[in-house]
């Protein structure tokens, strides 16, 4: 057996001739298809996927994408934006998040209009630099406000295990952590967006295990193929659901064999379920309020929780989207990015009016950035 | 957000930290999370600078197999439609 090549991981799942010969299977395969399929890719990794390669285009008009809601940026509700805001406020603060956050508006700002202000707010490239942060800035405090689907959970409870051993005492964390099945199962319980099958995220899997899925396909009969980011992978996919389709089935595959299993990353859950447990209530942007669909910190962890800390300053009402925006109809699959009035015009990657322009994960930003499918 | 570069193990530190090659950049990242035991030059998930799973290379190259003989599979059929449209023409030629 020739050893696998790093570069192989890349330019082997990107190769322009695979992807060709499994459009050409799809296409063959399709013929036999029975009803249209409305496929909804969970996660935004796998939009930017289908937008990035122009996928799309490569499939028959029966196969249509429906844009979910896995993009932790997109689903944060303005009044936690305005929680964060409102952090970095604090006299002798550092306010930390990651990637794209920084940019979405919250009701009246966003966290990178109050650093031009003089705040000190910070995007990390790893939550870890909140550690070395909180031990070279001893009077300040500096508060996490943490993001992120099941892939990006286990880091923040491994910097609440460093912080510990450590002894650090000036760290505070605001948790965002959302979870993917309870979103799946509101939006399928919604009804209105009539999926009948999912590619399921790649990542978050690679974690949780593909054994979150499992109960998809008996509760809603539709296919779920855990799915790769490259295009070769989401290719696959399809392929794999058509496969699905036209000999009746409705089962949970996994196409991301080579690092995705059914029980996933066990040390990482163990990891997540010593610091944090299931939050009762948690609004998601768009689609609302998800019973146990988020998780907070852990009673015995209160002193480092930045919500009960700080809650006198916590702004506690909920807040909608601007009018226009419907950034949250796209995320519920009940509407496209160029359905929506504003986009490309008022509403730019640049002067984001919603979520789902700022993430380069959201579904508008992907259309704005590759064109309209 | 979820996204994650493959990326290759080149030294293990004692703290439970290593260095990795990420297409020729070497970054350093924590082995905290990772459930197994990695070596030098196993091929590891990054994610916000932590490694999050190994990945396993005999499934990697089974699936480049696949792919290889569908490759296979789609040459052969796009050779069969050229030579059936030579055919085609030949045998209009001789009308």
Known sequence: ?373 | MCLSIPSKIVEIDEDNMATVDTMGIKRMVSLDLMPDVVDIGDYILIHVGFAMSKIDEAEALQSLEVYQEMLEAMEEEERRQVIETDDNCDSRGKV
Not at chain 1, 16 to 44: F, H, R, S, Y
Not at chain 1, 60 to 68: A, K, M, Q, R, T
Not at chain 1, 330 to 336: C, E, N, T, V, Y
Request: aromatic residues 8%.
């Open chain 1, 1 to 373: 057996m020739n050893r696998l090549q790093l570069k192989d991981l890349y330019s082997g799942f990107r190769d322009p001739d695979t992807i060709k010969a499994l459009a050409w299977a799809i296409n063959d395969e399709t013929k036999k298809l029975k009803e249209p399929l409305k496929i909804m890719e969970v996660c935004g990794g796998h939009t930017h996927t289908i937008m990035k390669y122009g996928l799309k285009q490569l499939l028959p008009s029966n196969i249509d994408f429906i844009h979910g809601p896995g993009c932790p940026v997109c689903i944060m509700p303005k009044e936690r934006i305005d929680h964060a805001i409102a952090l970095a406020q604090i006299p002798d603060s550092i306010l930390l998040t990651l990637g794209d956050m920084i940019r979405v508006p919250g009701s009246k700002s966003s966290l990178a209009l109050e650093r031009a202000k003089g705040y000190d707010i910070r995007a990390l490239y790893s939550p870890l630099d909140a550690l070395k942060i909180a031990e070279e800035n001893p009077d300040k405090k500096v508060i996490f406000f943490a993001i992120g689907f099941e892939t990006t959970t286990p880091m923040t409870a491994a910097v609440l295990e460093q912080m510990v051993k450590r002894g650090i005492t000036n760290l505070y964390f605001h948790i965002n952590h959302v979870l993917v099945p309870p979103a799946v199962d509101a939006i399928m319980a919604d009804g209105q967006a009539k999926i009948n099958a999912f590619i399921g995220p790649a990542h978050v899997s690679v974690i949780t295990g593909a054994k979150i899925y499992k109960s998809l396909p008996e509760k809603y009969a539709t296919p779920v193929v855990v799915s790769g980011f490259e295009p070769v992978d989401v290719m696959q996919s399809i392929l794999m659901i058509v496969k699905q389709k036209n000999e009746h089935r409705a089962d949970m595959e996994i196409q991301y064999s080579r690092s995705v299993t059914l029980d996933g990353n066990t040390k990482a859950q163990k990891m997540i379920e010593k610091f944090m447990k299931p939050r009762e209530h948690f609004r998601w942007r768009g689609i609302g309020d998800i019973p146990l669909s988020a998780l907070e910190l852990r009673e015995e962890y209160a002193a480092y929780d930045a919500e009960k800390i700080f809650a006198d300053i916590l702004p506690t009402e909920p807040i909608d989207d601007h009018k226009l925006c419907i950034c949250g109809t796209i995320l519920k699959g009940l509407a496209k990015p160029n359905d929506c009035k504003v986009f490309g015009t008022a509403c730019t990657p640049n002067t984001p009016m919603g979520s789902c322009m700022v993430s380069s994960e959201g579904a508008c930003n992907a259309y704005y950035r590759y064109g309209e499918i």
